[in-house]
T-cell receptor
Framework: AQKVTQAQTEISVVEKEDVTLDCVYE???????LFWYKQPPSGELVFLIR??????QNEISGRYSWNFQKSTSSFNFTITASQVVDSAVYFC???????????FGTGTRLTIIP | ETGVTQTPRHLVMGMTNKKSLKCEQH?????MYWYKQSAKKPLELMFV???????ENNSVPSRFSPECPNSSHLFLHLHTLQPEDSALYLC??????????????FGPGTRLTVL
């Protein structure tokens, strides 16, 4: 069975601080895909990144970076020099190979204080 | 044109009303999805369509009836809903469900309130 745990329900940081959102997953499949989505107040889930289980290289995109560690089943997301526009709910999700279902975590509400 | 659009954005309906939610994707995808997002609950997958065929019905009550006339359009017909059905209903699309690298792209959602 697939499971995604985002233990941090809410996080608040002051603007320009760095913040890391945690994601821990469970799956029995050896091939799987991990995702992060951002949901701003408007409601739309915005796709941020997809990571394949066989590629453990960390990724950086501007102020965003992702740390994938299979040994700890974690796929953490760091925002550097946070900005008010980063305020949103962030969801981590998991998809096994050949499975059309995307399993979401419960989300982390991030508030950036000006 | 925005990738996935949903109308209406907000809907208030009584328990005896019949209404429909519409989703349209402009990404050339073949799979479409309905999700329900309630407060303090994980996103719940409701229905999946792949090449216009329904491939998943996640034990959704019959008062929710999906329709997928083509790969670009998806509807959710609502009738005799309950107050607990109030939620954000999100539509998503992806290339096709069987693809290993499939990524779902979401619309802005319809905020539904049932009185």
């Amino acid at each position: 069975a697939q499971k995604v745990t985002q233990a941090q329900t809410e996080i608040s940081v002051v603007e320009k601080e760095d913040v890391t959102l945690d994601c821990v997953y469970e799956t029995r499949d050896t091939t799987y895909y991990l995702f992060w989505y951002k949901q701003p107040p408007s409601g739309e889930l915005v796709f941020l990144i997809r990571r394949n289980s066989f590629d453990e290289q960390n990724e950086i995109s501007g102020r965003y970076s992702w740390n994938f560690q299979k040994s700890t089943s974690s796929f953490n997301f760091t925002i550097t020099a946070s900005q008010v526009v980063d305020s949103a709910v962030y969801f981590c999700a998991l998809k096994d190979r050949g499975n059309e279902k995307l399993t979401f975590g419960t989300g982390t509400r991030l508030t950036i204080i000006p | 044109e925005t990738g996935v659009t949903q109308t209406p954005r907000h809907l208030v309906m009584g328990m005896t009303n019949k209404k429909s939610l519409k989703c349209e994707q402009h990404l050339g995808h073949n799979a479409m999805y309905w999700y329900k997002q309630s407060a303090k609950k994980p996103l719940e997958l409701m229905f999946v369509y792949n090449f216009k065929e329904q491939t998943e019905n996640n034990s959704v009550p019959s008062r929710f009836s999906p329709e997928c006339p083509n790969s670009s359009h998806l509807f959710l017909h609502l009738h005799t809903l309950q107050p607990e059905d109030s939620a954000l209903y999100l539509c998503a699309s992806s290339q096709e469900t069987a693809s290993s690298t499939d990524t779902q792209y979401f619309g802005p959602g319809t905020r539904l309130t049932v009185l």
